[in-house]
């Protein structure tokens, strides 16, 4: 009878190492691809790679479940915004639901990241995702203590392998062994939560209480900050004012420049009458108008525009989030 493993699949080459080793096993294998806007690779690619190493491919958006870890993970963050430990059990939980019976398999390699891969956490993050001895990862296997697929037979210790830490010096002699295509197509996108810019701005929304999908979108583009009640985003290219343009809605306030060129700006969830002066001033000092006494900004809210002439602010620093 064939066996069914659910492979926690990140498009990287440790888990193509991974669905390779059990499908010459005789695995029947299907791919598990979890993604939120901050981590997850891009659906085609990834269905691509799926169907040239021969695997079935499933792609779970879990940004609902991911918000309330991100914004207090009950085991801390890692050096940026990054709560890999509570991130990596909750892959685990949902991929437990999804396998229901089934062998649960992941290509990590001990010791490769800092804060979910050292052995002690791998043991941690079973724990709390309730699969104690239940999660096989092949590329370490021969490292860890024997699963519960090894101790009734499903699993051959030797066919597991010895990885851990870093370095990658053994990859090319194990991807020839395993007759991986050497030109594979590698499905760009690393979590966004462990560049340090980005987390800082994560950490900034979080703080003020709107870690919302919306203000996660604006994350992603833009100049961002923070003024005394509100955050704004101000666009660097026409690209991004566009969009800003587009994105206003409901309470945000939208500023652009009127007599010269310059960018479209949004603040978010400010009602102060401070904010929208310190805005225009900042959308003003980022315009070709900025070494002029005034420059005419227009500020649209709920339908509603007005035009005020104002003096550009040159000197923002202690405003910008990033
Ligand atoms: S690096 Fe990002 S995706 Fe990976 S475990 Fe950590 S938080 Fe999750």
Known sequence: ????????????????????????????VEAVHFKTPFFGKEEGELKELADRIGVELKVFDI???????????????GKNANPCIDCKALMLKKLKEIAGGGIIATGEVVGQRPMSQRAQALR????????????????????????????????KRDWLLNLQGRSRKRYPEIVKSLGIDADLPTPAGGCLLTQPAFAKKVKDLIKHGHLTKEDIVLLKIGRH????????????????????????????????????????????????PEDVELASRIVAGYSDGKNRDAVLVAVERNGKREEIKIEPLLNFDSYRVT
Do not use: C, Q, W
């Open 1 to 28: 009878m064939v066996k069914k493993v659910f492979l926690l699949f990140s498009g990287g080459l440790d888990s193509i190492i991974a669905a390779r080793l059990l499908k010459l096993r005789g695995f029947e």
């Open 63 to 77: 940004t609902d479940e991911f918000l309330p870890i991100l914004k207090n993970p009950p085991h801390g963050y």
């Open 124 to 155: 941690l993050i079973e724990k709390i995702a309730g699969l104690e001895g239940r999660v096989l990862r092949p590329l370490s296997g021969k490292l860890l203590p024997p699963t519960v697929y090894e101790e009734n037979g499903f699993i």
């Open 225 to 272: 900050f923070r003024l005394f009640d509100g955050k704004l985003v101000v666009g660097r290219n026409r690209e991004e004012n566009l969009f800003l343009k587009n994105f206003a809605k409901g309470e945000d306030i939208l500023f652009y420049t009127v007599d010269v060129p310059g960018p479209a700006a949004i603040l978010r969830h400010s009602f102060s």
